[in-house]
């Protein structure tokens, strides 16, 4: 799994050039199509978030998204490939590498 986080950077750039960052998207998604590798992706809501959590043993929801640090998850792939170098180098061709981290994680299930 490929989480790309996005942070107040990414978003000025995003907001700056966003074709930079749709163009990058729409390569990579092509090629996976193309590849077979694409198993799902797709950019998530930054507005509506809900946490779930327990505050002083009751249950709590409360819209976010509200995290400790200044990143959120802005968007994923899900992408089979043959081993963890072939996901580098598609999360290196996506342009918020250049202003936050790109994560890759394997899925354990």
Known sequence: MISILTDDDA???????GSVFHDAHRAVALELQESGELVDSNELDQ?????????RGQPITTRGPFTEGAEIIGGYYIVDVVDRERAVQIAQRLAETRY??????RLMH
């Open 11 to 17: 978003r000025r750039q995003w907001e700056a050039d």
């Open 100 to 105: 936050s981290p790109v994560e890759i994680r």
């Open 47 to 55: 507005e509506d978030a809900t946490v779930i959590g327990t505050y």
